[in-house]
Nanobody, 124 residues
Framework: QVQLVESGGGLVQAGGSLRVSCAASGRAFSNSAMGWFRQPPGKEREFVASISWDGDRTYYADSVKGRFTISRDNAKNTVYLQMNSLKPEDTAVYYC?????????????????WGQGTQVTVSA
């Protein structure tokens, strides 16, 4: 079992930056690929970014490429999402997710564990 707790969400103006974190406990975090997803108001959950167990491989949605950076610190059992040049359309609840394997995926169904989410609101 893995428990995931997100933090760092909040309200930011367009063009600003925010970093959200996800602290993991339970199952061996360092062996798990991790992902960030988001759910905008009234829309379905969508892929944002994912990272392999060792941090060597990262994948991004086209909508955030060049603005967001996913990273992880296995010594701290934490994964991060640095968000720069934020836009109002980035407003969503951001979820952290963990796989039971080391290879990242863009598909929500590939992730076995989810956090409760953290709200990110970008004002125009």
């Amino acid at each position: 079992q893995v428990q995931l707790v997100e933090s760092g969400g909040g309200l930011v103006q367009a063009g600003g930056s925010l970093r959200v974190s996800c602290a993991a406990s339970g199952r061996a975090f360092s062996n798990s690929a991790m992902g960030w997803f988001r759910q905008p108001p009234g829309k379905e959950r969508e892929f944002v970014a994912s990272i392999s167990w060792d941090g060597d491989r990262t994948y991004y949605a086209d909508s955030v490429k060049g603005r967001f950076t996913i990273s992880r610190d296995n010594a701290k059992n934490t994964v991060y999402l640095q968000m720069n040049s934020l836009k109002p359309e980035d407003t969503a609840v951001y979820y952290c997710a963990a796989r039971t394997t080391s290879w990242p995926s863009t598909l929500p169904a590939a992730y076995a564990y989810w956090g409760q989410g953290t709200q990110v609101t970008v004002s125009a």
